[in-house]
Each structure stands twice: as C-alpha cells, then as structure tokens.
C-alpha cells in the first residue's frame, strides 16, 4: 500500500471590508488568523467535502488559521473524522511588512529564500517545517489517505 495526500486549500475567505473594527488590537497576522469564511465559502468547503477523492479519507491535518478549520470540519463530517490541528502548516509569518511594500517584500523572498523581516519568515523557513510535518504524517500515517488543510503558499 502506499499513503495519499490530497492538499486543499482553505475556501473562501469573507471579504475583509465588510467586518468593522470597533475595539480590536490584533496585529495583521493576528486578524489574518481570525479571518472565517464567506457564505459562498462555506458552501464551497461543503461541496468540496463531498468529492469522491475525499471519501473515506483516514486523517485529517489542518493549519490552526479559523478559515481552514471551517473548511476541514465539512471534510470531517464526512468522514465521521476528528482534525489534527498542527500549526506546521500555518501560513508564512510576514512579519514587519510596514517596513516595505508588499509586492517588493515578495520580490524579495522570491530571489532570496531566507530573505526575511524582522518577526517573519523566510521561505526557506516555511518550507522546512511543512516538509517535517509531511514527514510525520508519513511516518504515523503510512498506507492512509490524509487530507491536509491549509493556505497555498504555505505547500509551495
């Protein structure tokens, strides 16, 4: 036998211009953690749950970040399922972003691989902890069919 992986991006997220900040004093990774689903995502994540290749799934692994939980709880259901919470697939920190422009920052990490801001990571550093946590689903969940859910740029 051998183990399959399905990796799945997290659904929609809601769109940030329709939540008012009263009394908020998260930072941006923060409120980006927090950030849930739209309605259209959650039927998305719905619909997503039911697609013959994530039938009979054996585990279920997903970023600590709401939006990929609430994408996964709909997979879990499916497949009468708990989720495995492992912040390995967490999105890349940006870090201190106030510091340049986003697209320049990319850029950046793009041409560098361990280019990073101060509080950030790099790609490099992104890139060795998914791989660890690939590892061990490997290594406990060999000959199963795992489902892990997190952010694109978090498996590129």
Request: glycine fraction near 2%; include cysteine; proline fraction near 2%.
């Amino acid at each position: 036998m051998s183990t399959t992986i399905y990796f799945v991006r997290h659904s929609e997220p809601t769109n940030k211009n329709n939540i008012k900040n009263i009394s908020n004093h998260d930072n941006a990774q923060v409120t980006n953690e927090k950030s849930f689903l739209s309605v259209s995502g959650e039927k998305k994540a719905e619909k997503l749950s039911k697609l013959e290749e994530l039938k009979n799934i054996d585990s279920i692994y997903c970023s600590n970040y709401v939006r990929a939980l609430e994408t996964a709880k709909y997979i879990a259901l499916e497949n009468n399922s708990v989720i495995n919470i492992d912040d390995r697939f967490n999105e890349r920190k940006i870090g201190a972003i106030a510091s340049m422009p986003m697209l320049e920052f990319e850029k950046l990490q793009m041409v560098d691989w361990k280019f990073k801001l101060p509080g950030g990571e790099s790609l490099d550093q992104v890139k060795k902890r998914v791989i660890e946590a690939v590892k061990n689903i490997l290594m406990f969940d060999a000959d199963n069919r795992v489902v892990v859910v997190s952010h694109a740029t978090v498996l590129t």
